[in-house]
Each structure stands twice: as structure tokens, then as C-alpha cells.
């Protein structure tokens, strides 16, 4: 990486973004997080802050990504608004109305695969529309459309057992998209993949959620995903779990590959690297000792 | 394949190689049960008498090879005696009427073994007359032998004592005369060695198999071999049956919901515990002494480890998925039908054989409670006759329909569980498939063409399930 001081303030920004940033700032609010906790008992009986007085607001058709060290409560901040665990404090809005539970409004892809085996690609993406009680013709149709949408269309009928990770991933988006929610919550859904199928999951991603009135919310521990992807990142820090900053992300749209290189892309990298591996902290890390375990000297490497 | 090993530790045998193994876990223990039947000198321990002599032995006693060498060696020694004795002509100081006597008992030596053969009936078999003319005829050839012909031995005894016979005249009564002055030749033991009667040989079981179906049994009344083997399976059809009915659901339900579980699981534990034999009497007393009895017994063995199977199995289902189904809106009663019970059938399919598997076993004990019915009935009945040959008949039927039972319900499950069983199943596929294992080791294979290489089948991952043979 090169040095600091070569690249661009992260803040900077050109025009053009400049202006989609206020153009979002127009939109409504679909999801507000207000004063945010969650404490869990150990089973010694301690209290554990996870997360602590955590506020963001998501604006229509937004794609934020969240991302954090390890153990700073992303996925639970993710669980808590898809309403699979609930706050100790605070309290999430969606739409102005609070959250109580599950529901189809809020479409959750995993980072496991989570299609159901005994359902094809199809039956899996009509689950939703059926829950909602959708008659099973249109929901056909609606199935047909999602699956097109992903690229699937020719292993409609496969069961997933017969699919790669890829392909189940992209089952998974359909059939949360199927039930057109308000927001799609994402939680590490590239993480078990390998790096070529990832960066074809994260383009692809990008050209639906362009295409269709979706906000994303996704959770990700990867720096350049997370830069690739977001309009906003939020970071999260560690102890507890709290907003560390929410970064407006300046690389400008279309996003493509190639911009992995660009200052700006790298500046925002830049930052988010100092955010969650701090400089003081990896300093203060005690070096481990190796002893040598060979004979070959080292003119051989 | 090359370089794998036969005593690999994971990964499984090629059909190649398990084909074969699974034919000899059949064919080794048969072969074992054949080397012991046939074979006389791997065992053998009995001797089934089949000539007496002047034994203690009947026609057709068992007894030990030990004690029966001893009567042999005994009368051998007799026989060598007198021999030794006519050889030295010397003269018997015995007094006459002592020989004569003892001569008869040794003429009549014969008649068990004409009896026996056919030659003569109950009462010619105890006149010596009678005796000495079926002797004469066998030594002429006239008589054919249905049992273990004489040996050499004992046809020399024979001609010596016809001999002497002949030279005497019959008395006016058409009794037979009897020397006085010299004592005849004792028959030897004579018999082949066998196997205690708890082990009959394959193919008396295979007869009694057969026979079981074709042969009406021995009292009036009393029901052929297949009715009872039908109450067996309709007892098991309605004990198991019931238990899945009331078992199954309540499974589900307490492994869906905690409140269930906790408010059902710990009782049925409890009960479960109790071996249910242990209901028999209360059963009897409750159901009176027919079927009902069997019935209960069979479904209270059935029933509990169902409910606490299907619990277990239901809390294992992957939670991720139930989460899912809530993000797409699925309602809870939704969630237990469309969700949970799809998602855990495959796996209560195999608790269901094990149930099953489990049923029989209580069955067997459940058909002595009250009345004696069916298999084990039939089974008691022929261990307290002795025949043992019928009781491994039945036993070998009920081995038959639990395992054809069983491969069926495997069968069933690739049929019902596509997906959990690496896609729908074929049958012509499966049948060729079965068809290349039974040939695929033949040399000729490896002349044939390799099969193209499966196009899209190879994404499909199924379990490693390998309970079918």
C-alpha cells in the first residue's frame, strides 16, 4: 500500500458524488436505528455489551455496508433489525413503525446457505409470495422473473444440493427479493466463497440492486468489499459494539474493478484499515518468537 | 481406483469392490454353517445309532461319540472272544439251556434293524423264526437296506450265525433252533456321527421352508406356517401403525415447540425406561388374552422412542432455516408444516426403521403374552417338538421380511426425498447400476467402454448414507 501521505483525504470528493450524496440526503428514511444496545448474560451470569447506543439512519435505495473487527456485533446489529433478536435498549424503526419480530419487509440473505433442500430454485423463491398469500400462479410468474433477474433461469427445477455456492447465493437473493421488501439485510452472503465467484457475486449484486427499488444493508469484514459496494460504510468498533464513523464513500458510480487501484478507492481503504487494525494497537501486539526448526541455510531461498 | 487400498479408512469401496463384499457377508457365514454340517470331522460330537447290537442304544439315540465307542469296543471284544475260543476248539462247559438262551437275545439282535428297514413289522421283528428268514434274505441280496447298510464287519457276524443256523432243524412248533453248545456273533454297533439337534443341516432347513408352505400342519386346526407369520405381521402392522399415528405428530410437536417438550418428553422418558414386557400382565388384564395384549405391547415398545426420536431429530433441524422462513414471512403454523415437517422427514424416515426394527424384536415377546400366537408361537411350539429345523425356518422368514421390509423403505426414501438422495431416482438407472455391480467384476468389464462422464449430476452432493445394500 503506498504511503499515507500520497493518497487523497478519504473526505474528498468529486462533484459528481458530491451531488448523489445530496440527492440521497433528499430521499426519505426507510430505516432508523435509535440508541441501540444489547446486552447478553454470559453463562457466569456477567453482562456483556455487544452493542451500545448505536444511531444511523438508512435512506430509500441506499446500499450501506457495515463492517468491524471480529466480535464487534455486526451480525447482531443485522439480526436485531431483521428482527431475529431483539434490543436490550433503543429500538429500530422501519418506516417510522417500530420492529417487532420477523417479516417479509425485511428480506435476509446469510451468510450460510439457508435455501430449503426439499424445494427447487423456483419453489424456493415462490416461498415468500406464497407466505404472503399470494395465489400460486402469480407467484409462479413473480418466481420466474427473480430467477431471470439472478440468471438461473435454466436450473429452475434443480434442487439446491445440485447447485455450486454461487448459484445457491444467488437463489437466496432472489427469493429474499421475491418478497419485494424495504430493505435486503446481508450478512456476509460472499464470505464462504472463493475469490473469483465473490468478486463476480459483488458486480452482479451491484447491477440488480441498480435495478430494482431495493435498500441493502450489508454486513461484510471485507475492507475492499465493503469500498467496492457502499454508498456509506458504517464502521463499527469493538468494546462494546458502537459507531465508530460513517464514512460517505467518494468513489464515484459505476463502480468497476479497476478502480481497486484509484487514490481514492485506496484512501477509503486507507481509513477503514486504521479504523478497525488501529496503528497504536498493532504496535503495542507482542512480536512472536520463532525458533529455528531447520538445518538449510538461508541461501537457499 | 489404482493404488487404493481394500482396508481403506475413509472414502468408501468402489462397486467394484463392495459388491463382492457384501455377497460373502451372506455366502461366509452360510458356507461356516455348511463346513460344520457337512464335514464331519469339524464337529460332529453325536452319533445317531443306526444298528443296535446287544448296546444299550436304540435305533436312532444320540448318544456322545465317547460312550458310544465304548459299547462298540465291548462288543467287538465279545465277538473277538468267542472267535478266539472256536479257533482253539475249545469245548464250553457251559450248561446248554444258558447258551441257548443267550443265543436268542443275540438272534434278536437283528430284528430292530429289519424293523427299521421295513422288512418286518413290530411283531415279526420279536420272532426269531421270522428274524432268521429276513437274515437270510439280505445275505441273499433279496432285501434292500432304506438305512446304513451293514458293514463288513456285521455282515460277517450275520453269515456266521445264519451258518450255524442252518445246520440246526426247526422243531415241530416251527420255532427256531438254537445251538447249545457254542454262542453266536453279537452285531456291532454300528452308526454315523451327526450334530446335536439344535444344529440341523441348510438343506433340512431349507426343507422345512419349503414344507411349511406346502404341508398342512400336523393337527387339524391348528394354523399353516404363513397364517401364523400373517398374524405376526398384522400385529406388528397395527402396533407400529398406531404408534407412528399418535407418535409421529406429538414428536413434531415437541420438537417444535419447548412448551410440548417439556410438558411430554420427561414422562415418556420415564416410561420408556420400563422394558414393556414389563406391562404384560397389566396388558392381559386390560386387553384380555387375544391380540389385543400383542397389539398394546408392540405399540408401547413402538410409540415411546418415536416421540423421544422425532423430538431429537426435529430440535437438530438447521435453525438458519427456520430463521429464513421468518425473514420471508412465513406464519408459525406455516413454519411447522412447510418448514419443519418437510425439513425433517428424511431423517424420521430412518428413526421410522429403526422403530420398526425395534418392534419386531418386542413382537417376538409380545406373541407369548396371553395366548401363544403367531412366528414366536409357532416357534416355541417347534423348539418344545424338537424340530429344530422349523424353528430355523421361521426365524430365517422373519430375517426375510424385516430386511426386504427394510430395503424397501430404503427404496421408498429415494423415491419420497429426491433431494436428500442425489436427485430423483431412475429405475432403469438403478437397475443397470445393479446390474453393472453384479457383472462389473467380471473380467470381461474391463474390455468395455468407459460410460461418458456424468454431465450436471456430479454438482449434486448426497449424503453419505449408505444403509442400502
Known amino acids: 500500500m503506498r504511503p499515507l501521505s500520497e493518497l487523497p483525504d478519504y473526505r474528498e470528493m468529486s462533484p459528481g458524488v458530491r451531488g448523489r450524496f445530496a440527492r440521497i440526503r433528499q430521499r426519505p428514511v426507510v430505516l432508523s436505528v435509535e440508541g441501540l444496545g444489547r446486552t447478553f448474560v454470559s453463562a457466569q451470569g456477567r453482562a456483556i455489551d455487544a452493542l451500545d447506543d448505536i444511531n444511523f439512519e438508512i435512506r430509500r435505495r441506499e446500499f450501506i455496508c457495515v463492517i468491524g473487527p471480529s466480535g464487534c456485533g455486526k451480525s447482531t446489529l443485522n439480526r436485531i433489525i431483521a428482527g431475529l433478536d431483539f434490543p436490550s435498549r433503543g429500538r429500530v424503526l422501519l418506516d417510522g413503525q417500530p420492529v417487532r419480530g420477523p417479516g417479509p419487509d425485511r428480506g435476509m440473505v446469510f451468510q450460510s446457505y439457508t435455501l430449503f433442500p426439499w424445494l427447487t430454485v423456483q419453489k424456493n423463491v415462490m416461498f415468500g409470495p406464497l407466505a404472503r398469500g399470494v395465489g400460486p400462479n402469480l407467484a409462479q410468474r413473480e418466481a420466474c422473473q427473480w430467477i431471470d433477474m439472478v440468471g438461473l433461469t435454466d436450473f429452475a427445477h434443480h434442487y439446491p444440493g445440485q447447485l455450486s455456492g454461487g448459484m445457491k447465493q444467488r437463489v437466496a437473493i432472489a427469493r429474499a427479493l421475491a418478497n419485494k421488501p424495504r430493505i435486503l439485510l446481508m450478512d456476509e452472503p460472499f464470505g464462504a466463497l472463493d475469490a473469483q465467484t465473490r468478486a463476480t457475486m459483488q458486480s452482479h449484486l451491484l447491477k440488480i440492486w441498480q435495478n430494482i427499488d431495493a435498500t441493502v444493508f450489508f454486513v461484510t469484514h471485507d475492507l475492499q468489499e465493503a469500498t467496492y459496494l457502499a454508498d456509506r460504510i458504517i464502521v463499527l468498533g469493538r468494546n462494546p459494539g458502537h459507531v465508530a464513523e460513517i464514512i460517505d464513500n467518494p468513489v464515484p458510480r459505476p463502480r468497476h474493478p479497476d478502480q481497486f487501484l484509484d487514490p481514492t478507492f485506496l484512501a477509503v481503504q486507507q481509513r477503514l484499515e486504521t479504523l478497525i487494525h488501529p496503528p497504536q494497537k498493532l504496535a503495542a501486539e507482542k512480536p512472536f518468537h520463532v525458533p529455528r526448526m531447520t538445518l538449510v541455510g538461508d541461501d537457499v531461498f | 481406483m489404482a493404488g487404493s487400498s481394500w482396508f481403506t479408512v475413509t472414502g468408501g469401496l468402489s462397486a467394484k469392490r463392495s459388491t463382492p463384499l457384501i455377497v460373502a457377508s451372506f455366502v461366509l457365514p452360510m458356507a461356516i454353517w455348511c463346513l460344520v454340517s457337512y464335514v464331519p470331522f469339524i464337529w460332529h460330537p453325536l452319533v445317531n445309532v443306526q444298528v443296535s447290537g446287544g448296546s444299550i442304544y436304540r435305533i436312532g439315540d444320540r448318544p456322545e461319540k465317547a460312550d458310544f465307542r465304548r459299547e462298540r469296543e465291548e462288543a467287538l471284544a465279545g465277538n473277538a472272544a468267542i472267535r478266539q475260543r472256536l479257533a482253539a476248539g475249545e469245548p464250553l462247559d457251559e450248561r446248554s439251556s444258558r447258551v441257548k438262551r443267550a443265543n436268542k437275545a443275540v438272534v434278536k439282535q437283528f430284528g430292530p434293524y429289519a424293523e427299521a428297514n421295513g422288512w418286518l413289522d413290530a411283531r415279526a421283528a420279536l420272532d426269531e423264526q421270522a428274524i432268521y428268514t429276513a437274515m437270510t434274505a439280505y445275505l441273499a441280496g433279496e432285501l434292500e437296506p432304506t438305512m446304513a447298510r451293514l458293514s463288513a464287519e456285521n455282515v460277517a457276524v450275520v453269515e456266521y450265525n445264519a451258518g450255524v443256523l442252518?445246520?440246526?432243524?426247526?422243531?415241530?412248533?416251527?420255532?427256531?433252533?438254537?445251538?447249545?453248545?457254542?454262542?453266536?456273533?453279537?452285531?456291532?454297533?454300528?452308526?454315523?456321527?451327526?450334530?446335536?439337534?439344535?444344529?440341523?443341516?441348510?438343506?433340512?432347513?431349507?426343507?422345512?421352508?419349503?414344507?411349511?408352505?406346502?404341508?398342512?400342519?400336523?393337527?387339524?386346526?391348528?394354523?399353516?406356517?404363513?397364517?401364523?407369520?400373517?398374524?405376526?405381521?398384522?400385529?406388528?402392522?397395527?402396533?407400529?401403525?398406531?404408534?407412528?399415528?399418535?407418535?409421529?405428530?406429538?414428536?413434531?410437536?415437541?420438537?417444535?415447540?419447548?412448551?410440548?417438550?417439556?410438558?411430554?418428553?420427561?414422562?415418556?422418558?420415564?416410561?420408556?425406561?420400563?422394558?414393556?414386557?414389563?406391562?404384560?400382565?397389566?396388558?392381559?388384564?386390560?386387553?384380555?388374552?387375544?391380540?389385543?395384549?400383542?397389539?398394546?405391547?408392540?405399540?408401547?415398545?413402538?410409540?415411546?422412542?418415536?416421540?423421544?426420536?422425532?423430538?431429537?431429530?426435529?430440535?437438530?433441524?438447521?435453525?438458519?432455516?427456520?430463521?429464513?422462513?421468518?425473514?420471508?414471512?412465513?406464519?408459525?403454523?406455516?413454519?411447522?408444516?412447510?418448514?419443519?415437517?418437510?425439513?425433517?422427514?428424511?431423517?424420521?424416515?430412518?428413526?421410522?426403521?429403526?422403530?420398526?426394527?425395534?418392534?419386531?424384536?418386542?413382537?417376538?415377546?409380545?406373541?407369548?403374552?396371553?395366548?401363544?400366537?403367531?412366528?414366536?408361537?409357532?416357534?416355541?411350539?417347534?423348539?418344545?417338538?424338537?424340530?429344530?429345523?422349523?424353528?430355523?425356518?421361521?426365524?430365517?422368514?422373519?430375517?426375510?421380511?424385516?430386511?426386504?421390509?427394510?430395503?424397501?423403505?430404503?427404496?421408498?426414501?429415494?423415491?419420497?426425498?429426491?433431494?436428500?438422495?442425489?436427485?430423483?431416482?431412475?429405475?432403469?438407472?438403478?437397475?443397470?447400476?445393479?446390474?453393472?455391480?453384479?457383472?462389473?467384476?467380471?473380467?470381461?468389464?474391463?474390455?468395455?467402454?468407459?460410460?461418458?462422464?456424468?454431465?450436471?449430476?456430479?454438482?449434486?452432493?448426497?449424503?453419505a448414507d449408505a444403509t442400502a445394500v
Not at chain 2, 430440535?315 to 412465513?330: C, D, I, S, Y
Not at chain 2, 415377546?365 to 412366528?375: D, Q
Open chain 2, 166 to 463: 442252518a445246520e440246526l432243524q426247526a422243531d415241530d412248533a416251527g420255532r427256531l433252533a438254537l445251538p447249545g453248545d457254542r454262542y453266536l456273533l453279537s452285531l456291532v454297533p454300528q452308526g454315523r456321527p451327526e450334530n446335536p439337534v439344535f444344529l440341523p443341516p441348510p438343506h433340512e432347513v431349507g426343507l422345512a421352508f419349503y414344507d411349511a408352505f406346502v404341508t398342512p400342519p400336523r393337527r387339524e386346526g391348528e394354523p399353516w406356517l404363513h397364517e401364523r407369520l400373517g398374524e405376526s405381521v398384522v400385529t406388528i402392522a397395527q402396533g407400529f401403525g398406531l404408534a407412528c399415528l399418535i407418535g409421529l405428530p406429538l414428536g413434531l410437536i415437541c420438537g417444535a415447540f419447548p412448551f410440548f417438550a417439556k410438558l411430554t418428553e420427561p414422562v415418556v422418558n420415564f416410561v420408556s425406561y420400563i422394558p414393556p414386557p414389563a406391562f404384560g400382565a397389566l396388558l392381559i388384564a386390560v386387553f384380555g388374552i387375544a391380540g389385543g395384549p400383542k397389539i398394546a405391547m408392540v405399540f408401547i415398545a413402538a410409540v415411546l422412542p418415536l416421540v423421544l426420536m422425532v423430538a431429537k431429530t426435529t430440535r437438530l433441524m438447521e435453525p438458519a432455516l427456520l430463521e429464513a422462513a421468518q425473514t420471508l414471512g412465513a406464519s408459525r403454523p406455516r413454519l411447522v408444516m412447510r418448514v419443519i415437517v418437510p425439513g425433517v422427514l428424511p431423517n424420521v424416515w430412518n428413526d421410522l426403521r429403526i422403530v420398526l426394527a425395534l418392534s419386531w424384536t418386542i413382537l417376538i415377546i409380545a406373541e407369548l403374552t396371553g395366548t401363544k400366537s403367531g412366528i414366536s408361537g409357532y416357534m416355541q411350539q417347534q423348539g418344545r417338538y424338537r424340530n429344530f429345523d422349523n424353528v430355523f425356518a421361521a426365524m430365517v422368514m422373519i430375517g426375510i421380511i424385516g430386511f426386504t421390509v427394510d430395503q424397501l423403505l430404503v427404496l421408498a426414501r429415494r423415491v419420497l426425498f429426491p433431494w436428500a438422495y442425489g436427485g430423483p431416482l431412475n429405475l432403469t438407472q438403478a437397475i443397470s447400476t445393479a446390474w453393472g455391480r453384479v457383472t462389473g467384476w467380471a473380467p470381461l468389464a474391463a474390455d468395455r467402454p468407459a460410460p461418458p462422464p456424468p454431465a450436471r449430476r456430479e454438482l449434486s452432493r448426497s449424503p
